[in-house]
């Protein structure tokens, strides 16, 4: 891969965004902050312990925020941080992609 | 998902072009056409299974055309098709996404 960089990248993108949930996540977390449940409804076919599992990578990454508020029910509240934002432009572009492929 | 056509097509396209390879494999045959051992070779981490599998899938899907030339030995080559070439967007903004990953 050494005299492929761009290749490279893109791997490196995959290898962290890949998989057919975390941009999803990421793509309705940029439109408002969202609790566990609601993310769950809007992902139906997202079993609970696998967005359990992405929730907390994407917190990892730095790409969302996880704030708990101290009341009764507890509420769990999750939000795109200033690092996921840029990842907007990737998103959109998935979105023309998705589109496109679907109209095919 | 049906109030939210923009998160429906992220998982559309995530689900078609997700994982950690295809798009790397579109990537590559975006630059020049390729056969088989070049293209593991560009590819250390896969196996040869896989990358079987995600050829065949990509030609399947119309993203790419998987020619065989009657010569000794026989010569099979892949490369990109007016489809696959629609991608190319994606792959710029993967590749940038990818570089800034790599550099957080």
């Known amino acids: 891969m050494k005299d492929n960089i761009s290749g490279c990248s893109v791997e490196e993108a995959m290898t ?3 998989g057919r949930w975390r941009m999803l996540i990421i793509s309705f977390l940029l439109e408002k902050p969202m609790r ?6 809007a992902i139906p076919n997202i079993s609970q312990r696998m967005l359990t599992l992405e929730l907390r990578f994407l917190e990892e990454e730095g790409f969302i925020l996880r704030e708990v508020y101290a009341q009764v029910p507890v509420k769990v509240e999750y939000s795109i941080t200033a690092e996921g934002q840029k990842l907007k432009k990737l998103v959109n572009t998935l979105q023309e992609v998705g589109l496109w492929l679907k109209s095919r």
Chains 1, 2 share one sequence.
């Not at 566990?36 to 409804?41: T, V």
């Open 16 to 18: 962290v965004l890949g």
């Open 36 to 41: 566990f449940n609601e993310l769950r409804r």
